[in-house]
């Protein structure tokens, strides 16, 4: 939390999108694997 907190200071959001995109890789790549 704190290193997406200090990304979102001085990245202006860009971390936080990164973060979200990388889980909906984990979250696409595990629905494939479930299904």
Known sequence: ???A?????YG???A???IL???LII???A???WC
């Open 1 to 3: 939390m704190d290193g």
């Open 5 to 9: 907190a200090a990304g979102v200071g």
């Open 12 to 14: 202006g959001g860009f």
């Open 16 to 18: 936080l999108v990164v």
């Open 21 to 23: 995109f990388i889980l």
């Open 27 to 29: 979250v696409g790549a």
């Open 31 to 33: 629905y494939i694997g």
